[in-house]
């Protein structure tokens, strides 16, 4: 079986060619958004949002040093992505929710942001695209994030979405887990 942090990459993997466009919806220190970047290679195009000055310089630093150029770093709520992105089909997403590792752990996603970012990603996602949230909710706001965000994927119209949960059953302290949403 593969992990949260594997399988998550995997589930991009198989439907981002290059050319593409994409969305990290949380940068944070810069991995998903050099997985991404690597995914749709220079042909394509990554945005990669946050909120806190320091993901951005991760972020900007772990691509710098693989020489990558292809990737627009917003330093922005992800709940302004329609701002940034306009008339353009969405191949995939990801979301990392909760905070930032070795940061301030009172800065986290909430449930309002994350669920206006994912309607409207939702609604420029290209045909078989697909948005991956990867939900981490032991800490203070996370539980309240994990059942909005449920709520919110579980009333998706079934003939327009098909949605995947992927987790760990038997993993102690509230382990992550994976909400895929493919459009169909």
Known sequence: MHSIIHYSHQLLTEIIQPGDTVIDATCGNGHDTLKLAELVTATGQVYAFDIQDQA?????RKLTDKG????ELIHDGHEHIDQYIQD????AAIFNLGYLPKADHSIITVPDTTITALSTLLQSLRKNGRVVLVIYHGHP?????KEQVLAYCQSLDQKQFQVLQYQFINQ?????????????
């Not at 990558?68 to 990737?71: D, F, G, L, M, P």
């Not at 353009?88 to 191949?91: F, K």
């Open 56 to 60: 951005i310089i991760n972020t900007r």
């Open 68 to 71: 990558i150029r292809h990737v």
């Open 88 to 91: 353009q089909p969405i191949a």
């Open 141 to 145: 706001g996370g539980t309240e994030e």
């Open 172 to 184: 102690i302290n509230l382990p992550p887990f994976i909400i895929a949403i493919e459009k169909i």
